[in-house]
Each structure stands twice: as C-alpha cells, then as structure tokens.
C-alpha cells in the first residue's frame, strides 16, 4: 500500500479523517507537500511562453495550496486535541514550513516572472478581482522581502523561522501553564458568594481528578465566577496573581521568548525599509500606519477618561458605603467583586439570574435562526460529518437553492488538550465561480460552561455574546463568494474582520432576538419583562472601563511595536505593565505580567500584533452598521441580504472602505458606539 494511502494527510480532502490523524502522520506528508511545493514553485519560475494570469498567478495560488490545507489541519488539532506526539510533530515541521513560505517572496525567479506578468497588455487591462489579487501580490512581495539584496533575503527567511518556532512555544508555554494551575478547596463553607453552578462544576472538576473538595482552574468558567462572586478575598486574591503571572515560571517562562519576538519583529520592520513593526503590519489595513492606529485609540481614550476616572470614583466610594469610611483601596482582584454588587445594588440585575433561560443548545438554535431569517439559509445537522471528540457537533448551511454552501463544526467546552479563548478557524475556504458555488469548512470553538450531570450548559450572558461573536466570523467564511483563494472568506483586514463577528453580538440584546431562545431550561418561559428591563438597563454599567481595558491592550499592543526599544526600555513585561496600569481601575501588582499569556500578540508570527486595536476599530464599524438594521428592521431580509452581498460575500475582493461605503451609502461615524456606551448623548456627530 503507497504512503498516501496509509497516510490520512496525504489526499486530504473535503472530509478531514480526524480519528485517523496521529502525529507520527506529521513529518512524512509535510515531507513530501514540500516537496510537491517546491516542485510547484520551480515550474512557475520556469514556465515557457509569455507570461499570463494563469501560469503566474493562478500558478502561485496553487503552490501552497494543499501544504496550508494540511498545515491549518494539524494546526487546528494542536488547539483543540493536543497529544505530546502531536505537539512534538508540528513543531518539528514549523521551521522547514516557514523557511519554504518566507522563501516564496524571496525568490529571484518568482519575483522576475511576476514583474514580467505585471508588464504585460493582459495585466494592464485586468479588473476588479483579479486587478486587485495582482496589485496585492506585487505588494505582499515587497512586504515580504522581495526586492531585498541576497544578504538582506537570507537575514528575513532566517528571521521568519526562528519567529515560526518560538511564537509557536510561546502559546504551547501559555496552555501548559494554564493547565499546571489548580486551586482544590476543601469544604463548602469556603465558597460563599460562589453561584450554584459554579459550586457544581468546581466539584465535577475535582471528581473529574479523582480529588475530594471543590476544584477551580484558570480556565475561563472556572476563573471568572471566583473573581465576580467568592465573598473570600485572599482567594480571589491567589486566582487573579496566579493568572497575571501566567508562563512566567520554570519550563514556561515566556518572558525571554516575548523579548526575543519584538527584537526579530523590530529587526524584520526596519529590514524591509519600514520605521516600525506596526507601520509593516498595516500598510494593508484599513488604519493603514501605526501613527492612525494610534490617533484612533488616543481619541477614543479622550472621550471615556472623564467616564473612567467618575465610575472607579463611584465603585471606590460604594465600597466605603457598605465597609464604612475606613475601608480600604480596590485592588484589582475587588474590582469585579464589588462591581457586581455595584450593579445589583444599582440595577436590582444579577447576572447569573439570567443563565438558567441561556441553555447553549437553545443558543445555538436562535443564532441559527436569526441567520436563516437574515440570509435566507437553512441551518441543520451534518451527522455523517465526523470530528475529533465525541463532544463536537457538526451542522451543514444550506442555500435557498439547495447548495450545502458550508459545513461546520461547533467544539464548546474546555478540556485539557485544548487552548483556552474562542475562536474560529476556516479548514477549507471554497472558491467560486459562476458554474461551481464555494464549499466552505469552519470550526467554531470555545470553552463556555460546561453541562454538569443530568443538568444542560447553562451561559451567561457574556458566553452568548461570545457564540454569537463567533458565528458572525463562522458566517463570514461560510458566505464567501470569490473566485481567488487569498481573497476570499475571511482574508481581509484584520481591523475589518471583526465587523461581522462583533455585528452578530447586537442581537442578544434585542428583546425580539432574546424571544427566540433565551427560554428557561425548566420551564420554557421567555425571559421575565422586567429581568430584560434590567439587563438592558445594566448594559452601560461600566462601559468606560470595559472601553479603557480594550484601549489598554492596544496602547500596549502599538507601543510594544513602535516605541519599544530593549537598549533603552528594557523587559518588555514591566514596560508594558506601566501603560497598562494606566488603563486600569486598580493599581497592578508589581509582578503583574500579562504579556507573556497574551496570546492575541504573541502565539503566531503575526497574529494581532500592532492590530488588537481592531477590535474597537471594528466595535466603530458593527455599531455604526448595525444602525441600519435598527432604523430598517432587525430581521431585515432586505438589509441582511445587502450585508451578506456587500460585506459577507466579498472576502478581500475589494478595499474594505469601498464595501462599507456600499452597505451604509457613507463613511463610518463614532457617534453609534459612543451612544451605545452611553458615552455621548444621543444625536451627538462623531467622525472617526
């Protein structure tokens, strides 16, 4: 039997075998897609004729085509089903992958066969799509090195494996990290102020070890309940200090690969002919530099510092009210504490009364329905379509037409072989063409709160926004109508890709949204009036300080990659803790080190990088747009379907302002957001 056969990475297609990938399949088919590959790129190179379209860039396309298939496969199995074998394997094929991708752009041959392609009457008369693909390639090239000189192309590659190899090891040091924590409290009694549902799953998770007592985690459903709820500060205290100092000990100390990755990025920006990593990363953005970037986090900061200082006033002063004048300054382990008692005091609202009407199998069903209403699609299970463990579910998005436009998967809740956060991740990314509607494949994970016993998942209502965010991404990939495969799905701008994940987030606060599945799990009644009244009420609790936190992180984000300067600067963990305690509602701790679990910024070569300030960029956006679904209809087939066409559906086919401009018929505007936070007053113009 060939090797193809007996390996399921070889042959990959549309139906990934994930109970047969093993890591010992690994290293041989990356053997030999290399070698395909490069067999690719040299026929490219040397292509007879004159050059056109097809032997040039179609050709290019081609060349990576199956290695990042697989590549992206083995890649999503290390998130979400890690085995030492398996995490061995993939960061044994990272360098030779990188060093082959990063080579593309500095090859002479490649490069001399694109100019000549860009000098022909062929290239000169190409439009819209494939205009655009051409003119982003020659960019991309210049970007990636290509006119470099042979010492200067031989200094990037080497910079762009060793940043492939120790971005990888920082993530894997933040998982291994984060799972080394565990916190077993013996008795009941110690738990006051801890909701019931945490309190089961706290004993599920200790029995789960085979350990007596209550056991919380750094996980995200074990983490947050103690930090809002335990009435016991010193353990509060204990969580919050062991989760600010993650992978800063021992095997998982990423504080010296957080260095070594700003110095290469540092390096690689001023290689390539730019003055800063940020100024690299956004030339292709919509911010297109970091001094925009920064002029856009600074004057929303203007504009909620006066918000910020008045509601930590408030929250500091609340806590002298119920302790008396002599109670002490927040730190910032009370900061959720006693902002939630805040808003129960304010609002009479208590998050947790909502999660018994947010079962996420009813979670599910309503972002399903509110896309089937908004884009005309069919929602259904694709049981045939088998995944990687027996919790994941599969579902397949059929057209009106009758086309299976995607499958996908939906992976919700935390195991130890998987990382932590939510995410979405594309597997394949169809191309179109007027004969062949796209066939796309989408994972959407997270770790929500579990289901414990007999008793179904119960979420906040944070985790439902949370759903939802990554069903906008999962919708985005899935609508995707391009013709080229770097253009289409979810390849675009990283400050607008967020527009159609953070757009989906405004439905679960709408009461007409709301009434399509948030039912209690017992009773199957809607949520009470006034509970809504109060949530909705609660909505702009805090704001400036949710604002200020998002601001934080791309304040440090842009100044770690263009200010920061490790002659002058030094360690970049307590430079970045001084902005960060700006930004802050409490003194940090002064071995408060976030930056090295951050992963958003340091777990791939690029990643957010000098981009996390898109979430609020894109925040502008959703905000902005989702205006027109509220003057217009909130299950609008009409302007769900505009979104769909003009946003969804276009991928990177067109500049991101030109798609905006076509949905809104205008230029975004601050004031939908600003209002939203209740930051401005209703009416008030703000221009980006």
Sequence with gaps: MSESHENPLLGLGYEIPFDRIRGEHVQPAVKELLAEAKARLDALAAAAGPRTFENTITALERVTEQLDFVMGVVGHLESVATTPELRAAYSAVQPEVSEFFSGIALSEPVWNALKAYAATDEAKALTGTRKRLLEKTIADFKRSGADLDPEGKKRLAEIDVELAQITLRYGQNVLDATNAFELVIGERDGLAGLPEGAVLAAKASAEAKGLSGYRFTMQAPSYLPVMTYLD???????????????????????????????????????????????????????AKSGHAARTFVQTLRDKTQTHFDRENAELQAYRKEIEGPDAPAIEPWDVAYYAEKLRRARYDFDEESLRPYFSAEKALDGVFAIASALYGVRIEPSPETKAWHETVSTYRIVESNGHASAVFYVDLWPRESKRDGAWMQGLVTGVWSPKVPASHLEVLAGNLTPPIGDRPALLNHREVETLFHEFGHLMHHASSCVEVRTLAGTNVAWDFVELPSQIMENWCWEKEALDLFARHHETNEPIPAPLLERMRAARTFRTANAMMRQLGFAEVDLALHVDWDPARDGDPTAYGREILSRHSPAPLPGDHAMLASFSHLFSSPVGYAAGYYSYKWAEVLDADAFSRFKREGLFSREVGEAFRSEILARGDSEDPMVLYRRFMGREPTLEALLERDGLIASGTAVAV
């Design 232 to 286: 016991d500060r010193s353990i509060r205290e204990r969580m919050y200090k062991a989760y600010a100092t993650r992978a800063t000990e021992g095997p998982w100390d990423n504080r010296p690969l957080l260095q070594r990755i700003l110095v290469l990025r540092r390096e690689k920006a001023r290689l390539l002919g730019f003055e800063s990593f940020a100024d690299l990363v956004l030339e292709d953005r919509m």
